[in-house]
């Protein structure tokens, strides 16, 4: 069953934390993405990977920072220099660049 | 200037209707584009991409009006299930996906 798992589902952050989400695909996607959604607003790029070892921010980068350090895995951590975290979290791949985006179920995250 | 813009609705159709959504772009070499839909608290999925010559998928017909730089979804026969939000998104150039804010589509009995 190929796709793209995110975890958890839902995410509460302390003040000062640090918390990292989950995502992972086993659909062979070179190009993995992370967005954030605001309500009444359109899905916002994080950061972006086109290949292991590799990624770009997006346009809101302040306060995240990710690894791609397998194929497989592209975690986002949200940091305490994140003021304003309470969003929906999406991660994405497809199979390079510009090509068709395919999405994980989301991550909810919660300022405590 | 935004871009990707939508008209945000919401469009609220009886079974059976015939609704079309609209959506333009600002840069005009752009590619790709594509029709998401995305329900309540859920992720987006795709609908269909948007070719230059218009595709049909079923009830769904996209256009492409590139001197225009608008893109349209028409939904034929609407039934309830085709309630959601719609997202035009549009490939930025580079490796990046623009998305609209989405047309919110309510489908009544």
């Known amino acids: 069953d190929g796709g793209i798992t995110q975890s958890p589902k839902y995410l509460f952050r302390k003040e000062g934390q640090n918390v990292t989400l989950s995502c992972e695909q086993n659909?062979?996607?070179?190009?993995m993405y992370w967005y954030r959604q605001d309500p009444g607003q359109g899905l916002r790029l994080i950061y972006y990977?086109?290949?292991?070892?590799?990624?770009q921010k997006g346009d809101i980068a302040e306060g995240y920072s990710v690894s791609r350090e397998k194929k497989e895995s592209f975690p986002l951590t949200v940091t305490s220099a994140q003021k304003n975290p309470t969003a929906f979290y999406l991660c994405?791949?497809?199979?390079?660049?510009?090509?068709?985006?395919?999405f994980g179920p989301g991550t909810r995250l919660l300022v405590l | 200037r935004k871009e990707v813009e939508q008209d945000p609705g919401p469009f609220n159709v009886p079974e059976g209707a015939t609704v079309a959504f609209n959506c333009t772009y600002s840069?005009?070499?752009?590619?790709?584009f594509f029709w998401y839909r995305q329900d309540c608290r859920k992720e987006p999925k795709l609908l269909m991409s948007?070719?230059?010559s218009g595709n049909e998928d079923g009830r769904f017909t996209a256009q492409l009006n590139r001197a225009s730089q608008y893109i349209s979804l028409l939904i034929r026969d609407s039934k309830l299930s085709d309630s959601a939000t719609y997202l035009c998104?549009?490939?930025?150039?580079?490796?990046?996906?623009?998305f609209g804010t989405g047309t919110r589509l309510t489908v009544i009995p």
């Open positions: 994405a791949s497809s199979r390079q660049g510009r090509e068709t985006q395919y």
């Open positions: 659909l062979n996607h070179d190009a």
């Open positions: 990977s086109q290949i292991v070892n590799d990624f």
């Open positions: 840069n005009s070499a752009s590619q790709s």
């Open positions: 948007v070719y230059s």
């Open positions: 998104v549009v490939n930025g150039g580079a490796n990046n996906l623009f």
